[in-house]
């Protein structure tokens, strides 16, 4: 039986493809970056994918993940392949050699033992968030993270000056990157837009600043400051994202919770995605999810995920998201939750970011590879070893 389109890819990839550029296993040609990006991919006969958006299948040159949203949808192995079933047909598969990760990304979604076995031999994460993007659950091996000693210095550094110095740079970083991607937005607008953009960019950078500054030598001795900096960096932020938008949006400000405006939804979804991959690279690195130092510990929840995401926030899902919607981009709601079409295209364009390729450490890498290069820098950092510098976004 012949093989369906998406699974023949070439033989060899005759030219490595520009950095605003990935090559695409669906449609065999490459693809531009997320804000250009056309979704009506062609899909030949025999390559089943369902038409309801249940199933996504992003592919790029190194791999590829399957992002799985629909009832009673099944996911199992079949061979060398993860087959996705519904009503106990194949309507998805793809060979685990091309898989980084699945993503399951709603209720009602089962699948095997023997499949999470191979994955977790073959070192390929499962991650579960709800419907609206709040992350659930990730699945690796655990002997991914058999460490004992690191857990053990990012358990003390709460309590000294190694803690201390990883908040501020954790605040310095995202209000760094806040500020980057405003002059960014700022670089397509003229007048009193980008003026406005400028000069709250000019004040984010004054706010880093202060941040790297203050005093103290534990964590609990810096965060109440820090979080100050951090919430007036965050109001100025969004209001000037709120100002670029277009009114039709309906965008009034930033809600992490509960029902709002599509926006919002559509941020808190892709957030999500960006939660599933911090996730995987925090426990590759060696650290414990749960202990975190400017978010403070709760049973259930994350800190030290959440911690490492703040970096991210702005390279990966807010440029991906904002940029799309800048130029066009449509969000359709259901009962308050984004629509499958808009799930598809949140997923697709920060997926495609975090395979884009950006400069860090004086070299060209993969945003993906980025996030772990960073879970393993901190994890060195609270050893003693290195000195913690978060990923700087390149305008």
């Given at each position: 039986m012949a093989?369906?389109?998406?699974?023949?890819?070439?033989e060899?990839?005759?030219?490595?493809?520009?950095?605003s550029?990935?090559f695409?296993?669906?449609?065999g040609?490459y693809?531009v970056?997320?804000?250009?990006?056309d979704?009506d991919?062609?899909v030949?006969?025999?390559?089943?994918?369902?038409?309801?958006?249940?199933?996504?299948?992003?592919?790029?040159?190194?791999g590829?993940q399957l992002?799985v949203a629909?009832?009673g949808?099944y996911?199992g192995?079949k061979?060398?392949?993860?087959?996705?079933?519904?009503?106990?047909?194949v309507?998805a598969?793809i060979p685990?050699?091309?898989?980084?990760?699945?993503?399951?990304?709603?209720?009602g979604?089962s699948?095997s033992?023997?499949?999470l076995?191979?994955?977790c031999?073959?070192?390929?994460?499962?991650g579960?968030?709800?419907?609206?993007g709040?992350?659930v659950?990730l699945i690796?091996?655990?002997?991914?993270t058999a460490t004992?000693?690191?857990?053990r210095?990012q358990?003390?550094?709460?309590?000294?000056e190694?803690g201390?110095?990883?908040?501020?740079?954790?605040?310095?970083?995202k209000?760094?990157n806040?500020e980057?991607?405003?002059?960014?937005?700022g670089?397509?607008?003229?007048?009193?837009?980008?003026?406005a953009?400028?000069?709250?960019?000019?004040?984010l950078r004054?706010l880093?600043?202060?941040?790297?500054?203050?005093?103290?030598?534990s964590?609990?001795a810096?965060?109440?400051t820090l979080?100050?900096l951090e919430g007036?960096?965050?109001?100025?932020?969004?209001?000037?994202?709120?100002?670029?938008?277009?009114?039709?949006?309906g965008?009034?400000?930033r809600h992490?919770q509960g029902p709002g405006d599509a926006?919002?939804?559509?941020l808190n979804?892709?957030y999500?995605?960006?939660?599933?991959?911090?996730w995987?690279a925090?426990m590759?690195a060696?650290?414990?999810?749960f202990a975190g130092?400017?978010h403070v510990?709760r049973s259930?929840?994350?800190?030290?995920?959440?911690?490492?995401?703040e970096?991210?926030r702005?390279?990966?899902?807010?440029?991906a998201?904002?940029t799309?919607l800048n130029k066009?981009?449509r969000l359709g709601l259901?009962?308050?939750?984004?629509?499958a079409?808009?799930?598809?295209?949140?997923?697709?364009?920060?997926?495609?970011?975090?395979n884009?390729?950006?400069?860090?450490?004086?070299?060209n890498h993969?945003?993906?590879?980025?996030?772990q290069?960073?879970?393993?820098?901190?994890?060195s950092a609270l050893?003693?070893?290195?000195?913690?510098?978060?990923?700087?976004f390149?305008w």
């Open positions: 093989s369906p389109a998406f699974l023949q890819y070439p060899a990839i005759r030219r490595k493809p520009p950095a550029e990935q695409n296993w669906i449609s040609a693809d970056l997320p804000e250009q990006l979704l991919l062609p030949l006969d025999d390559a089943i994918l369902p038409d309801d958006s249940t199933v996504t299948l992003l592919a790029t040159e190194n590829a992002l629909g009832f949808l996911i192995k061979g060398e392949r993860i087959v996705v079933k519904k009503s106990g047909k309507c598969q685990f050699m091309r898989a980084q990760e699945v993503i399951i990304a709603s209720r979604v699948f033992s023997d499949l076995e191979e994955l031999a073959r070192g390929i994460r499962v579960c968030m709800t419907s609206s709040r992350p659950a690796t091996s655990p002997l991914l004992v000693e690191t857990r210095r358990l003390a550094a709460s309590d000294n190694r201390a110095e990883f908040c501020r740079w954790i605040v310095a970083g209000l760094h806040q980057k991607l405003l002059r960014y937005f670089k397509s607008r003229d007048g009193a837009r980008r003026e953009l400028d000069t709250t960019a000019t004040t004054r880093r600043k202060d941040a790297l500054a203050v005093e103290g030598s964590c609990d810096v965060r109440g979080m100050g007036t960096g965050g109001r100025m932020y969004w209001q000037r994202i709120g100002d670029m938008l277009p009114d039709e949006l965008f009034a400000g992490h926006v919002n939804a559509a979804y892709g999500g995605i960006l939660y599933t991959h911090v995987g925090v590759n060696g650290l414990e999810p130092f400017m510990d259930g929840k994350p800190s030290m995920v959440l911690d490492m995401v970096e991210f702005q390279p990966v899902v807010d440029r998201i904002l799309w066009g981009g259901t009962k308050g939750m984004l629509d079409d808009a799930k598809e295209n949140v997923a697709a364009r920060v997926l495609l970011r975090m884009a390729t950006e400069r860090h450490r004086g070299k993969e945003v993906r590879s980025i996030i290069m960073q879970a393993r820098l901190a994890a050893r003693g070893s290195r000195q913690y510098r978060p990923f700087a390149q």
